[in-house]
């Protein structure tokens, strides 16, 4: 899927990154995905939804924060941004970390 269409189709605001996982050129992001913000939601279904994003073919990866990227533990989704082929995703847990990389597809399982 193309990451401009899964950022238009979802909406990440507040959902809680539960681990992040980086090596060679992809990136895992395990989300807690909230539910109950995303359109076509009904009282009564599940409000939250644990979901892998998988991004291959990752270039330019950098994380930015004070937080080793192992320390990330149900960090909540502030932003998510994509423009010119790059990513980027602002996480906030007591101080902001930020992760930009360049990618065009991903799949959502």
Known sequence: MQIGDIIQKYNFHDSNVIELFHENNSVKLKIDLCMWKQEGYKEGDDELKEVLLEFNSVEDYMWDSDKAEADIDYDTILEISYSNGTLKIVLVDGGTSI???????????
Do not use: M, R, Y
Request: charged share 20%.
């Open 99 to 109: 992760i930009t990389f360049k990618c065009n597809t991903v799949e959502f399982i």
